[in-house]
């Protein structure tokens, strides 16, 4: 299945960034080929990435690269994020 049968098999889904969806997809010589999809933003293009591939005489065959490295490019879309320098300021507020 390549990322215009994926699209249209998951048209009208929303799979967000930190979601982790690995779709399971078997081809003809019995292997089975695994794809992570997500997208960046609601209103972006489904993101497909290869995970690795499943072989009936040689078993699996898995990516090296984090959920991060994977997700690495966001295509220009901002994400709103905070950070606390001095926790102990942050728990006395709790």
Not at 8 to 29: E, H, K, N, T
Not at 43 to 54: A, I
Request: aromatic share 12%.
């Amino acid at each position: 299945m390549d990322s215009k049968q994926t699209e249209f098999y998951l048209r009208g889904s929303y799979i967000p960034l930190d979601c982790q969806f690995i779709m399971a997809v078997p081809i003809v010589s019995g292997s089975v080929v695994f794809t992570e999809v997500y997208h960046i933003r609601r209103d972006h293009r489904l993101q497909t990435v290869k995970l690795g591939e499943w072989h009936p005489a040689s078993g699996p065959g898995w990516t090296n690269l984090s959920f991060y490295a994977r997700r690495r490019d966001l295509q220009g879309v901002p994400i709103n994020a905070a950070a606390i320098s001095d926790v102990s300021k942050f728990k006395q507020c709790l």
